[in-house]
């Protein structure tokens, strides 16, 4: 690989994105949550702090899956056999998703609780 220009390395980074978007199960799980939360929040109309702790909590998400997708296609490239640190390495973004995702559920019941309760 040589020189890339920035635009060539924007590029590389959206067709990364795209692909975790179109092809990769769990990420578009987690963009139907993502709409669902931003909608929610259009409708209760939160204030501008809880939309940029919500924009960063669904950032946060969305990233974590891309490198988790990332570490397992590096892992399918490097071994095609069993190995306990391929699965260790697996298991571990997972992991990291997984934390996201339940921090992303605490956020959510701080964020919209106190609008939820009647």
Not at 81 to 95: D, E, I, R, T, V
Not at 96 to 102: E, F, N
């Amino acid at each position: 690989m040589g020189k890339n220009t920035l635009s060539t390395s924007f590029g590389y980074a959206i067709d990364g994105v795209i692909y975790a978007f179109w092809r990769e199960r769990n990420m578009k799980i987690h963009l139907l949550a993502a709409i669902a939360v931003v909608i929610a929040g259009i409708y209760l109309g939160i204030n501008r702090l809880e939309w940029g702790l919500l924009s960063f909590t669904v950032a946060l998400v969305i990233i974590t899956e891309v490198i988790n997708t990332a570490i397992e296609k590096t892992v399918d490239l490097v071994t095609d056999q069993y190995h306990p640190l391929a699965k260790l390495a697996k298991n571990m973004a997972a992991g990291a998703v997984l934390l996201s995702a339940i921090n992303a559920l605490i956020m959510a019941y701080i964020i919209f609780g106190p609008y939820l309760i009647l």
